[in-house]
């Protein structure tokens, strides 16, 4: 159980914010919710989340993580009901570098899902 900042930038305590999400206590209530409880996911090495939220149809088979990839910091540039673009910042073995997406959701059975996205950088 983490006490500290949640890593989506939220200025939340991790438990209170993502952590809900990622122990299953709560669903996401919008997509931009859910693409912070992603990232966070990302963060703190709670992939069994980012698979569950990810639509079946787009997602992979198995997730993996990457020992050296670092997720370092979350902006949110623009949101509407289904969609989100971000930057997500990173460091993969000392070497800084961002993620730029526009990611879209759509409910499913009730539910929040990652469908895909548009990448850049």
């Known amino acids: 159980m983490l006490t500290s900042e949640c890593p989506c930038g939220s200025g939340e305590r991790y438990d209170a914010c993502c952590g ?4 299953g206590a709560a669903e996401a209530e919008t997509a931009e919710e859910l693409m912070r ?3 966070a996911a990302y963060a703190v090495g709670a992939l069994d989340h980012v698979f569950r939220t990810w639509h079946p149809r787009t997602r992979p088979d198995v997730i993996e993580p990457d020992p050296q990839l670092t997720w370092t910091g979350l902006t949110v540039l623009g949101s509407g009901a289904d969609w989100v673009e971000f930057e997500a910042a990173f460091d993969r073995g000392g070497t800084p570098g961002a993620r730029h ?6 409910r499913r059975r ?12």
């Not at 997406?101 to 759509?106: D, N, Y």
């Open 110 to 121: 009730g539910r929040w899902v990652y469908v895909d996205g548009e990448t850049t950088g």
């Open 37 to 39: 409880s992603r990232y």
């Open 101 to 106: 997406e526009r990611s879209r959701f759509e």
């Open 20 to 23: 809900r999400l990622h122990r």
